[in-house]
């Protein structure tokens, strides 16, 4: 396994809010902004580790912003740690008014990828190393996370109702 710098990996993605991208109000519609994030962040994930990856959760999702029809909206994802098979990913959403240039935090979240086989068995993944103090920040505040969101997934897979689980699991 190598050690790989975030840089190596951080993923720019732009695109255009079309009118198919919105909602009745024209504003891109939450859906539609989770799809670039998805796709932003596991390039970001797969560049990192070299591997096939999959999503394996997203969570502290925010939508501060609504972004309007005609805005450009630019995508930055950087991987914040990696673990065994595993990967977090920070991605960061601006809004730009491509008529007068303005820019804004409109959105934030964190995916966690996990490297597989073609038959779907997580694989090792490469190490990575902060090289910045805000890179560090994160690196360490992703353990902590990494707890929260394993033991959220645990009690929600506990909590299940006895007729949800005996029809669908
Ligand atoms: C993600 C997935 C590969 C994990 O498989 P698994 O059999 O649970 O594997 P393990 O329990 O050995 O866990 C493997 C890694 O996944 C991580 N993981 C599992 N569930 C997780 C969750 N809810 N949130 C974050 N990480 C999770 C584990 O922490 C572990 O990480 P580590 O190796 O770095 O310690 C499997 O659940 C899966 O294929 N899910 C569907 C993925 C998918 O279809 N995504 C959408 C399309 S890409």
Redesign the pocket.
């Known amino acids: 396994m190598k050690v790989r710098k975030p840089s190596d990996s951080m993923t720019r993605m732009t695109e255009m809010v079309l009118p198919n991208d919105t909602n009745i109000l024209g504003n891109l519609m939450g859906g539609r902004l989770m799809h670039f994030m ?1 796709i932003a962040t ?1 390039i970001a994930a797969g560049r990192h580790s070299s591997r096939v ?5 997203v ?1 502290s999702v925010e939508f501060r912003s609504p972004v309007r029809l005609g805005e450009v909206i630019t995508l930055i994802a950087r991987v914040t740690r ?7 990913v920070l991605v960061d959403v601006f809004a730009e008014n491509p008529m007068t240039g303005q820019r804004r935090h409109c959105n934030t979240a964190f995916f ?3 490297a ?1 086989d073609q038959a ?3 694989l ?2 490469n190490q990575l190393q902060p090289e910045n103090d805000f890179e560090q920040v994160l690196f360490e505040g992703a353990l902590k996370r ?1 707890e929260l ?2 033991a ?2 645990a009690e929600r897979t506990a909590t299940l109702p006895d007729d949800m689980h005996a029809e669908f699991c």
Do not use: H, I, K, Y
């Not at 990856?53 to 959760?57: C, E, I, K, L, W």
């Not at 990696?82 to 977090?88: D, G, R, T």
């Open positions: 998805d596991a990856v999959v999503t394996a959760s969570d990696a673990f065994n098979s595993s990967m977090e966690t990828f996990v597989v779907g068995n997580p090792p993944v990494r969101r394993l959220m997934a």
